[in-house]
Each structure stands twice: as C-alpha cells, then as structure tokens.
C-alpha cells in the first residue's frame, strides 16, 4: 500500500519553528518529486515548496522564501520541512504529495493536478 504521511504539526508562537517531516510507506521517493501544499478552510490550497527527484532543484511560494527550506533524505524515505519565523498567516492544514516525474530529474511540478499521492496531512497553528 502506497502512503505518505505527514508529521511534526502544531502549535507555535509567531517566530518559532516547525519541522514538518513527510515520510513514504510502499514505494520509495526517488523517483518522486514531492510538494508541500497547504489549506485554509474556505480558501484555495496554496502550493508552499517543491523539491525534485533528484534534490537538485528547489521551488517555494513568495510568502514564504527566504524562511521555509525544503530537503529530503534518501535513506530515511522521508522529505523535511523546516519552517522558522513563522506567522499567524502560516496556519494552515499542510499536505505534502509525490508526482512520479519519471526522468524529469530536476522538474519541479508547481500544481496540485501534478501530484499522484497525497498524505492526510498534519494541522499548523502559530498563535501567541
């Protein structure tokens, strides 16, 4: 059976930091670029980060360059997360996701339509 499953959500004051990790079941990430998203009840989901197949390319939404850095770990299955300097607008329900790019070593896929597996996602709140 083919999962992702998010962990390391919570509760932050604004500032602070989260590690959210994004770990697959299954199936193994290398030949998937993943993707963070992340959802607001009664708003579009919002592509947060990307990182290709390979590692060698990187992709993040304006909001947050500069204070989210994604990476992923071969060995442990598993796609990292690290977000410092958080913001109330941060709050969000994040979801990452795979797409099998195939050869595409360095793609970075921008769209949800993109992506074949999602996890259930993990819920983020920064509040004081």
């Known amino acids: 059976q083919l999962q992702l499953v998010e962990s390391g959500g919570g509760l932050v004051q604004p500032g602070g930091s989260l590690r959210l990790s994004c770990a697959a079941s299954g199936f193994t990430l290398n030949s998937y670029a993943i993707g963070w998203f992340r959802q607001v009840p009664g708003k579009e989901s919002e592509g947060v980060s990307c990182?290709?197949?390979?590692?060698?390319?990187?992709h993040y939404a304006d909001s947050v360059k500069g204070r989210f850095t994604i990476s992923r770990d071969s060995a442990k299955n598993t796609v990292y997360l690290q977000m410092n300097s958080l913001k109330p607008e941060d709050t969000a329900v994040y979801y990452c996701?795979?797409?099998?790019?195939?050869?595409?070593?360095?793609?970075?896929?921008?769209?949800?339509?993109?992506?074949?597996?999602w996890g259930q996602g993990t819920q983020v709140t920064v509040s004081s």
């Open positions: 996701a795979a797409a099998n790019v195939g050869s595409s070593y360095g793609y970075t896929p921008r769209w949800s339509q993109e992506y074949d597996y």
């Open positions: 990182i290709s197949s390979s590692g060698s390319s990187t």
